[in-house]
């Protein structure tokens, strides 16, 4: 039969047991405690280890030969391998040893402190309880996530406040899941940091469900070139912010969905804009305290977004395509009235919407703002010169009597010469319910000092 004991410290000590038998642990350190396992009784060999977690040492064997070797199954939790959970003691090796042996892993209510960590391909790995990670190491990234994997109920923790590019790091993965966890206090404490909650690229089938973030340093999901596929859902934290900011569109964003979640802000950018990098990006069901919005296309469907932010960036090109489909509270920002809508090429921070001046042809750059009315602007749609920008408005029906005023702003700054310049060119055409021209106002090429 199986020879029983409550914990491995019994075992170690018992003399009834001889090589090639088995026995069994109700507990690792105490009856009960979540780490009770299997073990088989043999010789040791020159290639054993003695690690307390996986190879014990029979400690009353007189000849000091025989060894328990924990029996693995397909099912395992930390604590058999030695895990205590208490919040003070370095549980790397024990658990790094759990994460080798076994694909579907357990982890019970604790503080675990580890340096860093790493699951393997296509391992499961599921908190008991309030289950805690603690991350301290000094090598960045703390967290990297590979293909395959599965982390539910887990709350992963850095606990290193100034790690420059830290983050959980998803990379050239697929097909990882990421259900009712909390990532937390990832940070880089510098003017400009680099420490993200969760940072994806390259990385296809992606789903982060059910999380909440807090104390992320830069963003606490950030989405990288080459992210398709992904899923974010039911998702919250104390300042949660989204950044979608590919770099190239040689390597685009595709088919990105976030949905049921509440953000203080979101952000769909384009760095080095050359074109639409991100494309079927869907924000549904969400709150969004600001909208960071400079490019791509994007549908924001049954959203309360409450404000929205400039991006400044010198060397992006507005454009792509914003869908508003049953969306409230945007207009704030955007449209003065639901008649008139403005354009500003401004470097003033405080402008909603703006465009570079480039000495290079933009021909690829547009902006569109949708909603129920249809096209109400578009910028730069075929190249009309080099430094263009064209806004272009939907008709509107008026009746005799009816006063309008067009006002339209340009300014260029020139810091070698100190001297401002404005120049602009402008056409309002006036037609009748029959589409006839009745008149036309032009000011062409005149300029300002």
Not at 57 to 83: H, R, W, Y
């Amino acid at each position: 039969g199986i020879l029983a004991y409550d914990t491995v410290a019994d075992l170690k000590a018992a003399t009834n047991v001889v090589d090639g038998s088995f026995a069994e642990t109700y507990g690792f350190y105490e009856k009960g405690d979540g780490g009770g396992a299997k073990y088989k009784i043999r010789a040791i060999t020159n290639d054993d280890t003695i690690d307390e977690s996986t190879i014990i040492e029979i400690t009353a064997d007189p000849t000091n030969t025989l060894i328990a070797e924990l029996v693995m199954s397909a099912e395992m939790n930390v604590k058999q391998f030695g895990c205590t959970g208490d919040g003070e003691s370095d549980e790397t090796n024990k658990f790094n040893k759990a994460i080798a042996n076994c694909k579907k892993l357990y982890v019970n209510a604790g503080t675990y402190i580890l340096n860093r960590f790493l699951p393997e391909e296509n391992q499961a790995i599921t908190g008991i309880g309030v289950a805690i990670l603690k991350l301290n190491g000094d090598t960045a990234p703390l967290c990297e996530l590979t293909s395959g994997c599965s982390i539910s109920n887990i709350t992963i923790e850095s606990t290193k406040t100034d790690l420059a590019w830290n983050r959980c790091n998803i990379s050239n993965a697929n097909n990882i899941s990421i259900d009712n966890c909390t990532i937390k206090g990832f940070r880089h404490n510098v003017s400009s940091p680099n420490a993200w909650g969760i940072l994806i690229g390259n990385s296809t089938g992606i789903n982060i469900k059910n999380c909440y973030f807090d104390n992320n340093s830069q963003s606490d999901i950030a989405l990288v070139n080459g992210c398709k596929d992904i899923t974010i859902d039911q998702c919250t934290g104390t300042h949660f912010f989204i950044n979608v900011e590919p770099d190239s569109i040689t390597n685009k964003n595709n088919n990105v969905t976030i949905k049921n979640s509440e953000l203080e802000k979101l952000a769909i950018l384009e760095n080095n804009y050359l074109g639409t990098a991100t494309e079927n990006i869907l924000v549904s069901n969400c709150t969004i305290d600001t909208l960071i919005y400079d490019g791509g296309t994007a549908t924001l469907e049954n959203c309360i977004v409450n404000d929205i932010a400039p991006q400044i960036t010198s060397n992006v090109a507005y454009g792509g395509i914003l869908n508003l489909v049953n969306t409230m509270n945007l207009s704030k920002n955007i449209l003065t009235d639901p008649y008139f809508d403005m354009f500003h090429n401004w470097v003033d921070s405080t402008r909603p919407w703006r465009t570079q001046t480039m000495s290079n042809q933009i021909d690829w750059t547009m902006t569109t703002i949708k909603d129920d009315d249809g096209v109400l602007t578009v910028f730069n749609p075929d190249n009309r010169g080099n430094i263009s920008a064209i806004l272009e408005h939907q008709l509107i029906d008026v009746t005799a009597g009816d006063k309008f005023i067009l006002r339209v702003n340009t300014k260029a700054k020139y810091p070698d010469s100190g001297v401002n310049y404005a120049s602009l060119n402008y056409c309002a055409t006036w037609v009748d319910n029959t589409n006839n021209r009745r008149s036309e106002e032009r000011r062409v090429g005149k300029e300002c000092r």
